[in-house]
């Protein structure tokens, strides 16, 4: 499981995502999200050799790219996850190609999951988002995190969600002390 070091990018991700109702709100809106980008990455064609025209986009290569890195990174999780990844990024092509005004709906189900998602930050995590800290990273790692979070609620790996909590709970401690120590020293007089 440490392959591409897994529980450091598990541990990154989850301490910016430990309250439960953040954790729900992720898993809802997040698969919406990849759905929505892939169907908007289905306007940029790209020259893909064997594959049909309707299909030959970037979200076709995303799909691709996000699948393999998946299954290099968590290999169980992630080859449950390729195929998923790849059928939003056919459905969403198709939809972009069959779907008056898709583009339209899709761009505005982009901004309110945002929106839902950095409320989740701000009224239930009280920091944040990762992505502020490291974008690609929380890009990347948002699918597969919650992905990993649903396995867990399944039973999946336990030992691995207990060394993930303790490691998660010891890095928001960090956190917090370091952010504390931003504050140290700034009183009214400074402002």
Known sequence: MAFLGLEKHLTFYGSYHAHPTNIY??????PVLMFTMM?????VSLPLPLVPSEYANLSTVTAAVYGLGYILLAPIPGTLLAPYVL???????Y?????????MYAAAVQ??????????????????????DNLSQALFLAP?????????M?????????????????RRKEMDQA?????????????
Do not use: T, Y
Not at 25 to 30: G, W, Y
Not at 39 to 43: D, M, Q, T, V, Y
Not at 95 to 103: A, E, P, S, Y
Not at 111 to 132: D, I, M
């Open 179 to 191: 952010k504390k120590g931003k504050g140290k020293g700034k009183g009214k007089s400074e402002l």
């Open 154 to 170: 399944m039973g999946w790996n336990q030992e691995l969600k207990l060394r993930l909590e303790g490691s998660v709970a010891e």
């Open 25 to 30: 709100i992720h898993i809802v809106f997040v």
């Open 87 to 93: 059928v939003q990024s056919l459905v969403g092509s």
């Open 111 to 132: 901004v309110v999951s945002w929106l839902l998602q950095f409320v989740g930050h701000g009224v239930f995590e009280k920091r944040a988002p990762a992505l502020l």
């Open 39 to 43: 169907s908007l990455g289905a306007n």
């Open 95 to 103: 939809c972009v190609g069959h779907i008056d005004r898709f583009n």
């Open 144 to 152: 597969l995190f919650v992905w990993i979070e649903v396995l867990f």
